[in-house]
């Protein structure tokens, strides 16, 4: 099983930057698309950001398109939300999520960037991001 460790969450001023980190345990595991998805008190879990599994493939949703963008290093099976110019909208606990699979890889899968949350099987524990105007 694939256990995610997330970091860099934190307290910022409005228009201010956070980088947050995912981390997949997933030696023995094909990872497919890695996203991220945040929940505000009160409100439902949102989508926010994917990325297929060579990185070529990138969705946002349209409430951070432009502000925030979503890498990934293969290598170290690691996954980066880079946010900037936040406003006190984006407070919330942000959780990363990945699409694996086990044995034989899926080669269509590589391209496949989901943007609803039971597409992901794997989840970390969430990190809070607070914004302060």
């Known amino acids: 099983q694939v256990q995610l460790v997330e970091s860099g969450g934190g307290l910022v001023q409005a228009g201010g930057s956070l980088r947050l980190s995912c981390a997949a345990s997933a030696r023995t595991f094909n990872v497919y698309a890695m996203g991220w998805f945040r929940q505000a008190p009160g409100k439902e879990r949102e989508f926010v950001a994917a990325?297929?599994?060579?990185?070529?493939?990138?969705r946002y949703a349209d409430s951070v398109k432009g502000r925030f963008t979503i890498s990934r290093d293969n290598a170290k099976n690691t996954e980066y939300l880079q946010m900037n110019s936040l406003n006190p909208e984006d407070t919330a606990v942000y959780s990363c999520?990945?699409?694996?699979?086990?044995?034989?890889?899926?080669?269509?899968?590589?391209?496949?960037?989901?943007?609803?949350?039971?597409?992901?099987?794997?989840w970390g524990q969430g990190t809070q991001v607070t914004v302060s105007s």
């Open positions: 999520a990945v699409k694996y699979s086990s044995g034989t890889a899926v080669p269509q899968l590589r391209t496949y960037v989901p943007r609803v949350a039971y597409e992901y099987n794997a």
């Open positions: 990325i297929s599994a060579s990185g070529g493939v990138t």
